[in-house]
C-alpha cells in the first residue's frame, strides 16, 4: 500500500495548548480573525502574552464565510503589514484567515480568486489555526468554504497554502458553546467521519482514522445530548473531529456535503443543519453500495447492521434537537435546479454511489 498524508505542519491536541500559540509566532505583526465570543478570553488572555507586538482583532463573520466580509478582512491585514494571521473561531473565522493568509502578499482579492477558481500553492506569512468549535475541521484542511452574496454560491478555494504552519486544538476552547452550536457542528464533524469511512477514495489509513473519529464524536454527542457536559466529552468532541478531518483531507467527503452546500448558499441553512437533515437520506441511498463499510462502521458503534445505523443517526439527530427537513428555510421544487446545478463539488465525486439530476431532485423531494 502507499500512501501520502497531509495536514497542519505542526499539530498541538489538549487541554491548555493553546498557550503555545505566543511561542511559535515569528516577528511581526499579527491580525487574528475571531468569533464574537472568543473575543473576550483573547482580550483577557492572549494579549497579555502578546505584549511587545502590534495585534489587530477582526471579528464580524457569521456562521459562513462571505467574500466581502473576508475581502474587508484581508484589507485591514493588509493595511497593518501583518506577518501572523491567527483564525481563532469556528469554522468561518478560520476559513477566512486561512484565505487572508494564502492571498496576503499576492495582490489578489478573495472574491477575484474565488471567481477565478485560482488554486493557492505558496504563502509567505505564517498561518495558526485555534477551533472554538468540533465542526468543521477546518484547522486540518487544505481549502476554505467560502460564500459568494451576490449569487449564493458557496464553494471551497484550496490550496496547500491553506494548511496551516500550526493548529491548536484546545477542548477547553468548546466550553462554554451554546448547546445549539455543540449539536450543529457536531453532526457536521459527524458526518465527515460517517462520509469519509463510505468514501469511493477511502483506504486502510483514512478508514482507521475516521472510523476511531466518528466513534469519539457518536459517544460524546450521545453524552451532551444527555446533559454530560464533562472535561472528557469536549475532549472527545474535539479529538473525534481532528481524526475524521485527518482522514477526509484524502478521502474527501460525500453527497451530504455536496447537496449540502448549495442549500446552505441559497437558504442560508447553517452547515451541520444541513448535514443532519442531508445525513440518513443520503446513507439510505449509498446502503446498496456502501453496506460493508457500514457495517464495519455499525460494529464500532456497538449496532448489528446498517439499517439499524440509519436508524440511530436519526434518533440522535432529534436527541440533538435537529430539525428532519427544510421545511422551516422553504426550500422549494423550483429551487431544486439551482441546488441540482451547483453540488458537483468533489464530495459528489467521492461519495460511493453516484447520484443522476433527477436523482438529487428525488432525494430532496424527501425533505422539503
Ligand atoms: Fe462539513
Known sequence: ???EMQGPEKLFFGKNVRHQLPHLLPDGNVFI???HHSKKLLEEELLPELAG???EIFTGFPAEAPLDITDKALSAARAMNARSIIGWGGGSCIDAAKTV?????SGISATEAFRTDLSLGQRSCFFAALPTTAGTAAEMTPNAVLCDPETGIKKSLRGTAMFADAALIDPELLNGAPDEVIFSS?????TQGIESTISAKADAMT?????????????ALQLYSDNCKSDKVYEDLARGCMLSGAAFVRSGLGAAHGIGHP??????VPHGVCCAILLAEVLKWNLP????RMEQLSLRLGMNSSEEFIEAVMELRRKCHLPENFKEWGLAPQDFPFVVKNCRSGSMKSNPRPFSDEEVASLLEKLI
Open 1 to 3: 500500500m502507499i500512501f
Open 33 to 35: 480573525i475571531c468569533g
Open 53 to 55: 507586538k502590534k495585534v
Open 101 to 105: 493568509a494564502s492571498l496576503l502578499d
Open 186 to 190: 457536531g453532526f457536521d464533524a459527524l
Open 207 to 219: 478508514m482507521m482514522l475516521s472510523i476511531e473519529g466518528t466513534f469519539l464524536t457518536w459517544q
Open 263 to 268: 442549500i446552505s448558499g441559497l437558504k442560508g
Open 289 to 292: 453500495v456502501a453496506r460493508p
